[in-house]
């Protein structure tokens, strides 16, 4: 079984930035990609950003030169770095697991910035 934790979300003015942090624990293959997914109120979940045990890299294009996906092999975490941060920034960020085994969700962790 494969869990993944969230954490890092809040509460931040427009223009802030907070960082988020996933943690994979479990069965975890050695080649798989991370990656975070948000859901705005009344939204469907959307693609952040994805990145891959081989670097490939994956981002929202509006989201680019704001956001950065990086992660740690060994470790099996995977961090957002949210810079600039809008009003339309808001919801709920979710990790996911991608991998041989199947695909894994978080419960996600709420961020939300204040105009």
């Known amino acids: 079984q494969v869990q993944l934790v969230e954490s890092g979300g809040g509460s931040v003015q427009a223009g802030g930035s907070l960082r988020l942090s996933c943690a994979a624990s479990?069965?975890?293959?050695?080649?798989?990609?991370m990656s975070w997914y948000r859901q705005a109120p009344g939204a469907q979940r959307e693609l952040v950003a994805a990145?891959?045990?081989?670097?490939?890299?994956t981002y929202r294009e509006s989201l680019k030169g704001r956001f950065t996906i990086s992660r740690d092999n060994a470790k099996n975490t995977v961090a957002l770095q949210m810079n600039s941060l809008k009003y339309e920034d808001t919801g709920v960020y979710y990790c996911?697991?991608?991998?041989?085994?199947?695909?894994?969700w978080g419960r996600g962790t709420q961020v939300t910035v204040s105009s």
């Open positions: 996911k697991l991608v991998q041989p085994a199947g695909d894994y």
């Open positions: 479990g069965s975890i293959f050695s080649m798989n990609t």
């Open positions: 990145l891959s045990t081989s670097g490939s890299t």
